[in-house]
């Protein structure tokens, strides 16, 4: 177990053994599971991915609703070595991103990006027939969720991992103008956004000029009352770095949801006073 919390959000599902199972192991099983299936069933001749991927026109003429969720388990199996490499990236940040954010919060974040894609695609078939099927862009959302929340951890060859998002998005954003791809380059970018916004908004990205003044907009009234100023001094650490340093270290070696409670609001303090010296 990870850390000592005091919420059942927090914590696992369930326990196989000694082995936490979360929300992410168990939408890993889920994809596995339905990739197998369907892989099987294309063997023997059978069309379910047909009646599974997202289909503007089935769901705006025949009312077949469920493809605006179902196209995510439709994994081809021409690409499942991909397929395994995606798998492995979820379950990788998509449980750093649980322990960070919570259980519920994490569940809202995935369905929102299941649901934006499709619904933006439904709404672009009134105009032109759309399809979708797998779910890369669902879980590259998942991807930028978890750089959101750690911009300047070291992925691969020790690159941070906001230039490993940047180069990642940039490449897929290439080969979908590559082939005018209008469609697929909309449902990426639409993830992107949705994962780093709900980051973003629950306070645990990277602040946003703009967004706090927006937060804090407030009509200023004409008259009001100038209060006497403490002649208390408060007195702050010389080095916000050096009393968080133990703290990120920790972070780095076993996740976010290794914190202890006081561990955790230490580095909100820490993170209010770096914020306000940027302010001042």
Known sequence: MFGVTTSDDYRP????????VDVTTLLVGAHIVAAVLIALLFATGHAIASFLQFDSVAV??????WRLFTYA????????????VEMYMLF???REVERFIGRRAYIALYLILLLAPSAMLTVWGLSQPCMLTGSPALHFGIFVAFVTIY???DL??????KWVALILAGIYTLQLLAYHAWSELAVVWISIGAAFLFIELRGAGPELAWLKRVKNFRRKPRLHVVQKSSARRVVEPEDVYASVDPILDKIAKSGIGSLTQSERRALDRARARLLNKDSD
């Open 13 to 20: 599902v369930t326990w196989m053994g000694r082995y936490p």
């Open 60 to 65: 705006l003429s025949a009312g077949q609703v």
């Open 73 to 84: 388990l439709v994994h081809s199996p021409n690409g499942l070595l991909w397929f395994a």
């Open 156 to 161: 691969f060859l020790r690159i941070p991992a």
């Open 151 to 153: 911009p300047n951890v």
């Open 92 to 94: 990788v940040f998509g």
